[in-house]
């Protein structure tokens, strides 16, 4: 038996929430529908409300918002008022009295700057304030008595700092994502490509590049999954040397390579995106302009509309679906990309 779906096909909490006007719950995975119905049954021990009330509360507060601000908007999906910042509502709706320590929690939260100096503050003086009605009690005076304060406050702040950050700890949880089930594949709406920008320096340099591109692919193939090269050529003295064509003609080989021995369901898998040298006046130099900054800003701007020519030089690959690519990943030329952890990437769905 999947223990999984047994307890999702018994949970009340569970099918009130799959009504979640939004249409993302139904679609998340396991852990975080888990997570929302876990904030569900918290919120129902600090209320007279039964859990299905709970749930229905929060899923009648999505629907109002749906009504009147579209069932796009993110106010409309059911985990903006679990885990997002339309829980207090939910709360006041839900009539939950807080534990103390949970209201302190929420009070360091909101102020974390303010909670934490003035806490370490508050220590110090209480600490060194301790230590001096001591000293004085033994009968220090004067000089003696200033040198005393001055190393108290040293010591004790020391102190206060160290219990601050262990109660911080305590105080203080992680948040995890929510995050859509892609266990299927990243749906086309999710399309993603993966880049690495580097420098064409040799010919060794760009087999080795083509190569870790290829392990990447043959660890996260999916079929809205794209793989990229964002290159320059080294700096130089001069716009163009010899060896440039040589080398940007064998990363196109071998981007075109990867494309006819992995081609696509329906568009090419590998691009190669390679930037010409610009004049740096402040260096005096010919390079590409800002170096990796200035790759991903191309990069981005031609995602998002622009034309290939207005940045680089050579564009390798069907260049037709990249305005569909909603998320990029950017890896070091040394990164490694695990299996299926590309689409571990993309799988959060951003609430805030």
Request: glycine share 8%; net charge negative.
């Amino acid at each position: 038996m999947d223990w999984r779906e047994f307890v999702e096909s018994m949970s009340v909490i569970e099918q009130a929430l799959g009504e979640d006007p939004g249409g993302a719950y139904g679609r998340m995975d396991f852990a975080t529908r888990d997570r929302y119905r876990h904030v569900v049954e918290k919120l129902a021990r600090s209320t007279p409300r039964s859990e299905g009330e709970v749930a229905r509360l929060a899923i009648q507060l999505a629907r109002e918002s749906a009504a009147g601000k579209g069932g796009d908007d993110r106010t409309a999906h059911v985990g903006f008022y679990l885990v997002d910042r339309g829980l207090p509502q939910l709360e006041r709706a839900a009539q939950v009295r807080l534990p103390t320590l949970e209201t302190l929690q929420r009070v360091f939260c909101r102020f974390p700057l303010l909670c934490f100096l003035g806490s370490i503050t508050l220590l110090t003086v209480i600490f060194t304030g301790g230590l001096l009605v001591k000293a004085h009690a033994d009968g220090l005076q004067g000089w003696n008595l200033v040198l005393m304060i001055v190393l108290s406050v040293l010591g004790s702040s020391h102190l206060a700092v160290a219990l601050v950050n262990w109660l911080a700890t305590l105080l203080t949880k992680p948040h995890p994502l929510p995050r859509m089930d892609f266990s299927d594949g990243i749906p086309a709406q999710s399309r993603t490509l993966v880049v690495v920008p580097t420098l064409l320096s040799s010919a060794q340099n760009i087999e080795d590049l083509i190569e870790a591109l290829e392990v990447r692919f043959l660890a996260n193939r999916e079929k809205n999954l794209h793989f990229g090269l964002l290159t320059d050529f080294l700096d130089a003295h001069e716009e163009t040397v010899a060896e440039d064509e040589s080398l940007l003609r064998l990363a196109k080989v071998g981007i075109d390579g990867l494309n006819e021995k992995y081609p696509g369901a329906e568009r090419d898998t590998f691009f190669l995106f390679h930037r010409p040298r610009r004049w740096n006046p402040q260096e005096r130099i010919w390079m590409g302009y800002e170096r990796k900054r200035g790759k991903l800003a191309d990069l981005n701007s031609l995602l998002r509309g622009g034309r290939p020519q207005d940045a680089f030089s050579l564009v390798v690959g069907e260049t037709a679906i990249l305005p569909a690519v909603k998320y990029v990943i950017t890896l070091d030329t040394d990164t490694l990309l695990p299996r299926d952890s590309a689409r571990q990437f993309v799988e959060p769905w951003p609430t805030h």
